[in-house]
């Protein structure tokens, strides 16, 4: 519990209140349906409605102030504190409120277009199997040791991430590993918290719509890796695990001002990856790295999950674990819910359900299904709405040459008509075909999957794409249940049934 004046005085800028500011404060939210009895409510203005409409609502259920950019109009009395900008005001506030739990546990944070959750749960798995307590913070879920909690964002806003952090300490956690993402950096929802091992996966295009150039992508990813080096620091031994064979490697490293551990495959790393093999359910490679070479056996299969192991190799080690403990730990890592997971219902191909939804991502996908020299490869796959639109026509393409037969269909299209999103992945597709090569556009995502199965062939792989662990479909009349997995499953009783 602080009070009104104590939160205030965090703030870096001016500010006004009206009222007590003696007032002592239990709990802080933006979301009037989630206030309890002393919370302060803070009036964020939205994509969708302007949280101020909900400051009356928010006073009823017992908060006892409100932060504000204007004086509200309110029916009962509270306390009003009035900012210029109230995302800086929270950014203040909000991490001082929970004492810093930011700061006080070691933070592992690993940022990139494409797998950051992988990489953190294997570097969690790691650090578990060394013996400490681990925070998750990441799309599927929010870990504390095996706890499982809900989370609403892959990098949650300030005040519900700092809620997440005060809970993890106060449950004795001694490391978070977190995923980062560009929104979070830079919309500083990560405002308060010290970095001590900062993970770059590797940078290729989404999210335009937000950071609208490439180049304020790469700056909002730098952030991470400059913040291991700012002089306010409680803690030392910062270091920064980066991918060399990222084109944008440079980019980062030009953001590090702490050591450095570079890994990789194609080009000289600290910790080389070398002699790969890849199979449809394991993966082995050597790793020659500062503490020898070490072969390794893995239940995860894919280049891409080789640079993931190497990623999370280099933050255990950086953390402090040592090279028997990460290798022990690293052959009982199974796959993570949705990325690369087979569907086994009896049937005589395979499917593979995958949490690709950007070009790169589906790209590597379809390169590791290749790689499992299969007949052919069939390739259901959508874009989502409401989300980058550049990548749909690219998504498309990539799909039709590297897939033998493309099969679009919807994936979350939210807000947007989902004819008219497809038509655009048609388009690329279009481009990408080769003469004679089948393609088929199928909107609704069940029928889509059951069409696959229904084409399969012994010794196919149908790769289903973009919606990995995800159990919904964002409609823009609702949210409807469902599972790919699920849906694959059904297809193939369904056809055996017949
Ligand atoms: C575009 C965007 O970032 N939106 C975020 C934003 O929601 P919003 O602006 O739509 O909020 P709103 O619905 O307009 O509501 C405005 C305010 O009124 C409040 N409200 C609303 C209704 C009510 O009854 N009472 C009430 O108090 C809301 O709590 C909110 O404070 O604020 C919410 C609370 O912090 C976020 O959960 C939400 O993320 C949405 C779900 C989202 O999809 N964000 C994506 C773009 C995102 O951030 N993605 C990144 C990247 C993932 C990756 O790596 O690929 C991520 O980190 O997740
Ligand atoms: N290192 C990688 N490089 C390229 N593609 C990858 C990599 N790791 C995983 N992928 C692909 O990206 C998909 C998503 O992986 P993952 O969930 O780990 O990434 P993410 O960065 O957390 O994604 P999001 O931005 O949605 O949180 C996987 O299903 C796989 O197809
Ligand atoms: N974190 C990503 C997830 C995308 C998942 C995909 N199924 C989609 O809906 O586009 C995003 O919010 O852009
Ligand atoms: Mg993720």
Redesign the pocket.
């Known amino acids: 519990m602080k009070s009104i004046a104590e939160l205030c005085k965090q703030i870096k800028g001016i500010y006004n209140i009206d009222g007590n500011a003696n007032t002592q404060i239990t709990g802080i939210s933006s979301d009037s349906r989630d206030i309890e009895p002393g919370y302060l409510f803070v009036c964020f203005a939205g994509v969708h409605t302007d949280g101020s409409k909900y400051a009356a609502q928010a006073v009823e259920k017992g908060a006892v102030a409100i932060l504000t950019t204007k004086h509200l109009p309110l029916p009962q009395k509270a306390v009003q504190i009035m900012v210029p900008d109230v995302h800086h005001a929270v950014e203040d506030m909000v991490p001082y409120f929970y004492d810093y739990p930011g700061k006080k546990m070691r933070m592992i944070g ?1 940022t ?10 294997i570097i969690a798995h790691i650090l578990r199997a060394a013996g400490h307590h681990v925070g998750v913070l ?3 879920h929010a870990l504390i040791d095996d706890e499982e909690l809900p989370i609403h964002n ?1 990098t949650p806003d300030v005040i519900e991430l700092q809620r997440f952090l005060a809970l993890m300490y106060d449950r004795g956690m001694t490391h978070v590993v977190m ?1 980062v ?1 560009s929104h979070a950096l830079a919309l500083n929802r990560v405002a308060g918290i010290e970095y001590d091992t900062a993970v770059f ?2 940078l ?1 295009q ?1 999210h335009l719509d937000f950071h609208k150039t490439f180049e304020n992508y790469l700056a909002a990813k730098a952030k991470l890796f400059q913040s291991l080096s700012r002089e306010e620091h409680v803690k030392d031994n910062k270091t920064a695990i980066v ?1 060399i064979d990222d084109a944008y490697a440079d980019g980062i490293l030009k953001a590090c001002h702490c050591r450095v551990l570079t890994y990789g495959v194609e080009k000289k790393a600290d910790l080389q990856g070398a002699n790969l093999s890849v199979e449809l359910k394991h993966s082995a490679f050597d790793v020659t790295g500062p503490f020898g070479t070490v072969h390794l056996k893995m239940n995860i299969t ?4 080789v ?2 192991t190497l ?1 999370a190799i280099g933050a255990a080690h950086a953390e402090g674990v040592d090279l028997a403990t990460i290798e022990k730990a690293l052959q009982d890592f199974h796959s ?1 819910p ?3 997971e087979l569907v086994e219902a009896g049937q005589d191909f395979a499917i593979v359900v ?5 070009p ?6 379809l390169e ?1 299904a290749r790689d499992m020299k299969p007949k052919r490869i069939l390739a259901v796959f959508g874009c989502g709405g409401d989300r980058d639109r550049t990548k749909r026509p690219i998504m498309g393409r990539i799909a039709a040459e590297k897939a033998d037969i493309p099969i679009v269909t919807s994936d979350n299209p939210r807000s947007e008509n989902p004819d008219a999103i497809v038509a655009e992945v048609e388009a690329g597709v279009k481009e990408g075909l080769h003469p004679g090569q089948q393609h088929e556009v199928i909107v609704d995502r069940r029928q889509a999957i059951y069409r696959a199965v229904e084409l399969a062939q012994p010794g196919d792989i149908v790769l289903i ?1 973009g919606k ?1 662990h995800e159990d919904y479909q964002i409609l823009n009349t609702g949210t409807i249940h469902f599972d790919d997995r699920e849906v694959a499953r059904d297809a193939v009783l369904a056809l055996k049934g017949r």
């Open positions: 690993v990139g277009t494409n797998g950051k959750t992988t990489t953190s749960h990441g799309t599927i892959t995923e993402s996966t590797n290729t989404d991918n894919g280049l891409f999950n640079y993931n990623a993570v949705g990325r690369f995958d949490y690709s939804h950007t790169d991502s589906l790209e590597k996908a590791t794409a990995g």
